[in-house]
């Protein structure tokens, strides 16, 4: 296929380039992706539902990280670049909407594992067909993708032999650890790739856009979050709300909004300036380290967060529950503390690898956050939540007091560069309108 034929129908990207809208709109679907995965892994909860949910997440991961970073090689909204979006698009939907039958076809209807693998496969497909056409030109790029499409087809095949093998031969917990273990393998192939990619192989064309792409998807797990959060007293189903719903709603939109705030509020922006001055081969180690390797677990933290407010909320909700004096169960503690300490274990760790000066007050708040799993088996539903929302709080406020000169300084750089962009746009509209 002629270079002229791919020139004509892509657009490279630019340095300096930002998210478009369109890209905004494929992420919708990822939303739905992850409302689904939360909504099937809480209707029990139990270990075995949430490693298939984890699972699921992580090859959502591989498929959004793929699709982000064609993103920042072509214009996603020029040539057929929107054809290939709305393609993954469906078939995304398509995995979601099957993620109840990932690891177990359903009695009645089509074969949901295999509809699952299949739309795997497409979505990684399409994607390894966009790096193709995006490689075009660019030698440092063949080696990369040379290395992306094998292990699309292994982890995939090995996808539809999970589907197909274990349940003619095994049965019960037997089958559900033999296609859990061909996961991981599948799993692990996908990682061996990307960590087969040499450090100088990952260009980064638009450093405004990485940064953006991932500071958006951590945004849509916390939108998931809230989602799960009205989702979780059953609002739609005509449950009376009642006192302790809406307290427990106000104490889960806390600590949402709490950790929210130690990714947006500074953390973001310093890290995206740090990755634009970092020199060489320097910009490929640590934008995948810390964007590509450290928002994974951020992701499954949010995620497992959301978990343990549906359940905690619907539990609240429960007009034949003896109510609110009861204590919270093994898994939702768990998934609860858990959440909340994966994910700011994950984001010391950014904080680390992109700043170079972790806080001193993280690491209380997750020594703290750990010891609330044996204290809420001790006390109500509502105050073990008001318990985490006190920590996630005093962790910001403690924070933002401790670094409010830092912080203000480094504000006020950023508000003077907007002012200077806007004073662009002034003089301009001056000049021809």
């Not at 795997?120 to 030698?139: E, I, K, M, N, P």
């Not at 792409?213 to 945004?219: C, E, H, M, N, V």
């Amino acid at each position: 296929m002629s270079g002229w034929w791919v020139r004509t129908r892509l657009e490279p990207a630019a340095p300096g380039a930002r998210v478009t809208r369109l890209e905004l709109f494929y992420d919708l679907v990822f939303v739905y992706a992850f409302l689904n995965v939360t909504t099937v892994t809480s209707e029990a909860l139990t270990p075995s539902d949430l490693a298939k949910g984890l699972l699921v997440l992580v090859l959502l991961w591989f498929a959004w990280i793929t699709f982000a970073a064609l993103g920042n090689f072509v214009r996603a909204d020029q040539g057929f670049m929107p054809l290939i979006g709305f393609a993954t698009m469906a078939a995304i939907v398509g995995l979601a909407v099957t993620v109840p039958e990932a690891f177990a076809n359903r009695p009645g209807g089509l074969p949901g594992d295999l509809i699952f693998a299949s739309c795997y496969f497409v979505v990684r497909a399409l994607q390894v067909v966009g790096l193709g056409f995006a490689a075009t030109g660019l030698s440092r790029l063949r080696r990369p993708l040379l290395l992306q499409a094998p292990p699309v087809l292994i982890s995939t095949c090995l996808l539809f032999v999970a589907a197909t093998l274990p349940h003619r031969f095994l049965s019960g917990r037997a089958e559900f650890a033999a296609r859990a273990g061909i996961w991981l393998l599948a799993i692990a192939v996908e990682y061996t790739a990307s960590a087969l990619i040499r450090v100088q192989d990952i260009m980064i064309v638009s450093v405004e856009h990485w940064a953006d792409r991932y500071a958006q998807i951590i945004l849509i797990a916390f939108g998931e979050s809230i989602l799960s959060v009205g989702i979780g007293p059953n609002l739609v189903t005509g449950l009376p709300v009642s006192w302790p719903v809406l307290l427990g709603i106000a104490l889960s939109i806390a600590i949402i909004a709490a950790l929210w705030w130690t990714y947006f509020d500074s953390l973001a922006p310093a890290a995206e300036e740090a990755l634009r001055r970092t020199p060489g081969d320097a910009l490929g180690t640590r934008s995948r380290d810390a964007y590509m390797y450290l928002h994974l677990p951020m992701i499954v933290g949010i995620i497992l967060l959301s978990l343990g407010l549906k359940r905690v909320l619907a539990d609240l909700a429960n007009p034949g529950s003896p109510s609110t004096g009861d204590t919270l169960a093994g898994v939702e503690r768990f998934v609860l503390a858990g959440g909340i300490t994966v994910y700011l274990l994950a984001l010391t760790g950014f904080q680390w690898r992109m700043i170079g000066r972790p806080d001193r007050i993280t690491p209380w708040a997750i020594a703290l956050t750990v010891a609330q799993i044996p204290i809420a088996r001790l006390v109500p539903e509502l105050i073990a939540l008001a318990l985490l929302t006190l920590v996630t709080t005093a962790q910001v406020t403690v924070w933002a007091i401790r670094t409010r000169g830092r912080r203000r300084t480094f504000q006020q750089r950023r508000l003077d560069e907007q002012r200077a962009l806007e004073a662009g746009e002034i003089e301009w509209r001056r000049r021809h309108m």
